[in-house]
């Protein structure tokens, strides 16, 4: 059988060549749903390995290589592929350490083409809409998703149209969206009105939509999950830790994860942990009141990818929350830049958004949740170039409302072999100790 769209709240089936992203009978979000009895055998731990180094397209991608997985039935022929994924597994003992549990990896979702995980969501989205016969693409953003919408759109011969806030856009991404050509369009609303508006936009000049409400974007996205099961000789970790905004990626780590258990290529399910910022917090509120009640809400945190108030998601993330008993946390902006200064210092890097997956660990172990023999894979989202003025400005202390714990102060010298001998001798070892302990919260 071919894979169908398929809406998760009332079932109603729509062939993958009907342009939708919600069910026309209830609004639910639909599911690309592959035929897993049909693909059991078939996909199997060796298939995938064997293709590990392919230099053939499109296996020599990190989304392709699970391309049964991930859209079966398509003509390989027909795949835009930069290509994406095969990103590193880092193993961070130091890291681990500071967060409290024995083993943690950091998956690097900032090593894709265009320095984030949206890149193996756009690979199947513009694919699609290649397939679809469309001309153009858009989407509402803040930030990766134009950047990544933008390269994929050039490369794959497609018109691509990005809608951003007016402010709070951070410098790597903008440039991105510029420079790969799309038609850039600032708006003075938030992400949440963006993403109505290029819905409506889109519907009315039959353009087609990438924001993560795309479901063919989360069957890219899933291959996150399969590459890190892979990483790991396909032993799972006990948790999955990730930044939780527009959801996309929460949802899509569940249906990877659900996929994975259901055809017997994985044992057991890890458990997924949302990390969101706290001011952009609303699964995290539906999450403490046993999701009775969804409310969205104004969203503020400096961490910009992830300022989303109404996740279009949401009804998958809980999902994928229930499939995997997962837990959801939230995390102050300074716990997110210190992380992040953490993962930066190592040499590994990352942009604020990413810092989450480090500081929910950390307080998900403080409290008891993750235990300290488990082990835990965090995902980095996106890459530490892309938000440039965050990260000079953490470490110049001039961010309004936080105050660096892991500081590295440029120093000033005059041009003498003096006036550098008297600085590297008053130089401390980097530590993992904050500098400022009382200034710095510690949960
Ligand atoms: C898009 C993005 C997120 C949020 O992911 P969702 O799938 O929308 O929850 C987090 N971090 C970075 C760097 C992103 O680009
Ligand atoms: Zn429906």
């Not at 549990?101 to 989205?125: A, I």
């Not at 291959?223 to 970790?237: A, K, Y």
């Not at 590994?348 to 810092?355: D, F, L």
């Not at 070892?429 to 949960?443: F, G």
Request: hydrophobic share 40%; proline share 5%; with cysteine.
């Amino acid at each position: 059988m071919p894979s169908i769209l398929h809406c998760m709240d009332c079932g109603r089936q729509y062939p993958t060549n009907a342009v939708a992203y919600t069910c026309e009978t209830c609004g639910g979000l639909l599911d690309v749903q592959h035929d897993l009895d049909a693909l059991r055998g078939m996909v199997t731990h060796e298939l995938f390995d064997q293709r590990l180094g392919s230099l053939d397209a499109p296996y020599n991608s990190g989304v392709w290589r699970y391309k049964e997985l991930i859209y079966p039935d398509i003509d390989p022929a027909a795949i835009i592929s930069r290509p994406e994924g095969n990103t590193n597994l880092y193993h961070t003992p130091k890291l681990a350490a500071w967060a409290g549990v024995r083993t943690l990896y950091l998956k690097h979702e900032g090593e894709n083409p265009t320095g984030s995980f949206k890149d193996r969501g756009m690979t199947g989205g513009l694919t699609q809409a290649r397939l679809l016969g469309m001309e153009r693409v858009a989407c509402a953003s803040t930030g990766n998703t134009s950047a990544s919408l933008a390269a994929y759109a050039a490369f794959g011969g497609l018109r691509g149209i990005v809608l951003f806030q007016n402010k709070q856009i951070a410098l790597g991404k903008l440039s991105q969206a510029i420079a790969y050509g799309a038609t850039c369009i600032r708006i003075a609303a938030d992400f949440d009105r963006n993403l109505e508006l290029v819905r409506e936009m889109s519907s009315a000049l039959g353009i087609y939509v990438l924001n993560s409400v795309n479901p063919f974007r989360l069957e890219g996205q899933k291959s996150i999950v399969f590459e890190l099961t892979q990483q790991l000789r396909w032993q799972v970790p006990d948790w999955i830790v990730c930044p939780g905004g527009n959801l996309g990626n929460s949802s899509a780590f569940g249906k990877a994860l659900y996929e994975l258990h259901q055809l017997g290529l994985i044992d057991r399910l890890p458990r997924l942990a949302i990390i969101q910022a706290e001011g952009s917090n609303p699964l995290y509120r539906a999450y403490q009141h046993g999701f009775e009640h969804f409310a969205p809400i104004k969203a503020e945190t400096i961490a910009s990818a992830i300022k989303i108030g109404n996740p279009v998601n949401y009804p998958k993330a809980v999902r994928a929350l229930r499939w995997t008993d997962g837990v959801v946390e939230q995390v102050s902006d300074q716990e997110i830049l210190d992380a992040k200064a953490l993962i930066d210092a190592q040499g590994i890097g990352c942009e604020p958004a990413s810092g989450c997956s480090l500081a929910g660990a950390r307080k998900l172990v403080a409290a008891g949740v993750i235990k300290p023999h488990e082990t835990v894979v965090g995902v980095l989202t996106g890459h530490v170039l892309k938000d440039p003025d965050v990260t000079i400005g953490y470490h110049e202390n001039t961010l309004e409302g936080t105050s660096a714990a892991y500081p590295n102060q440029i120093h000033t010298a005059e041009p003498t072999l003096e006036a550098l001998r008297q600085i590297l001798l008053n130089e401390a070892a980097p530590s993992l100790t904050p500098k400022q302990q009382d200034e710095h919260r510690v949960s």
